[in-house]
């Protein structure tokens, strides 16, 4: 997995836990199963652009602030 990648699965998962939204909410806002995103964010599925793009937009946030954030 590139370095990139792994920080934008980071970045989602601090995103989500700093808004207080939790993993069952987020993937049901996403209509993905709760499973898939907590394999997303442990880093052991690799999601297409478009559940990123749909992560990211149920989060309120960027895609590029995605791979920024610190």
Not at 15 to 41: D, F, G, P, Q
């Amino acid at each position: 997995m590139e370095p990139e990648t792994k920080k934008i699965l980071e970045n989602l998962r601090k995103t989500r836990i700093s808004k207080k939204i939790s993993l069952l909410n987020l993937a049901n806002m996403v209509e993905i199963s709760h499973s898939h995103l907590y394999y997303i964010e442990s880093k052991r599925v690799i999601p297409s652009i478009d559940v990123i793009i749909k992560l990211a937009k149920a989060l309120e946030i960027n895609l590029i602030n995605l791979l920024d954030k610190k």
